[in-house]
């Protein structure tokens, strides 16, 4: 069941809100904001609309439950998700893939596309990939229904590497790591990247472990307490994948691997079978939604630069 979203209604999406983020390393109230409203056009970049987004938007949540619809600012998390995906130059359109018509009803009657789809998929990778089947579309862009604050020019910057280079399949994005928490935390992915940009792995442990720091200090709490600049050894994934319609497809037909199950973490379906993962510098930082604390951190950004805006 799908609902197209009419060019006239695409147009009238006149606005979007910006937040461009800046980390302090070593100062836990590490971010701060400059909130700019810039004009969405469609109209006025069709040479460049080359992907479609696919935002995959679930009610269910362990962590925390009905998180696409909880408000932020007096808007449902979602919304912003496909606000901020509908800015980026490179996308064409944005479609909440869900399979729960609370969901679908909120984002449809606010004017936006969506798309019903299975209950049991294994990753949002796959409700994805379920999307996709209907699209023509060479470009599809995985935006994590969880990341109201992704930059727009971040999604152009992962789709401009498919862009330029036929060979790369897949893409996603990082950020540097600047609280020794964020280490520490599952709730948050790290990357490593070797010297060519791409990912050699992914986990919710601390990873490049730190062993001889580690050894030094008795654990890896105290060796970030007192060793500060092993945080540059650290990044982020941040919730964004690019891919080549056509391996989407064939990755959703593969089997979950162990380390895929056990991490909750469909990008190493890929890389375990010798994908390589284009990595792109994220243009700023952002917040994932996992947790009430980081639902709050991000309601208290927003709503805060919406002042100052005003």
């Known amino acids: 069941m799908t609902r197209s979203l009419p060019l006239p209604v695409l147009t009238s999406l006149t606005s979007r809100q910006s937040l461009k983020l800046r980390h302090y390393p070593g100062i836990d109230t590490a971010i701060t904001t400059a909130l700019t ?14 992907a479609v987004a696919v935002i995959p938007a679930r009610y269910s949540s362990t962590r925390l439950p009905g998180k696409p619809l909880l408000e932020i600012a007096g808007k449902p998390l979602i919304l912003w998700v496909a606000e901020r995906a509908l800015a ?6 944005a ?3 869900t399979d729960d018509k609370r969901i679908f009803d909120t984002v449809t009657s606010a004017g936006f596309e969506a798309m019903m789809t299975r209950g049991d998929h294994a990753s949002g990778t796959d409700r994805v990939a379920e999307v996709a089947r209907t699209l023509d579309a060479e470009i599809i862009v995985n935006v994590q229904g969880d990341e109201p604050l992704i930059e727009p020019e971040t999604i152009d910057r992962a789709v401009k590497e498919l862009e330029a280079d036929r060979e790369i399949l897949m893409a996603t994005t ?5 609280e020794a928490a964020e280490v520490l935390n599952p709730a948050v992915v790290k990357i490593v990247i070797d010297d060519d940009g791409y990912a050699t792995s992914f986990s919710r ?9 580690v050894t030094r200090h008795g654990s890896i709490e105290a060796a ?3 060793e500060p600049a092993l945080l540059f050894s650290f990044r982020k994934h941040t919730g964004l994948y690019v891919y080549r319609r056509d391996f989407l497809l064939e990755f959703a037909g593969w089997p979950q691997t162990e380390s895929e199950a056990s991490e909750s973490l ?3 379906r890929a890389l375990e079978r010798g994908v390589k993962i284009k990595v792109v510098e994220a243009a700023s930082p952002s917040i994932g939604v ?3 604390e980081d639902l709050e951190r991000v309601r208290a950004l927003i709503e805060r630069e919406t002042r100052i805006a005003v």
């Open 37 to 50: 409203c810039n004009p969405v056009d469609p109209t006025g970049k069709n040479s460049k609309q080359i």
């Open 88 to 93: 980026a130059r490179s996308v064409a359109r």
């Open 174 to 178: 990082s950020e540097p790591i600047a």
């Open 224 to 226: 970030l307490r007192n």
């Open 205 to 213: 442990n601390p990873t490049p472990w730190p062993n001889q720091a």
């Open 95 to 97: 479609i909440i893939a």
């Open 290 to 292: 996992d947790t009430i």
């Open 266 to 268: 469909e990008q190493l």
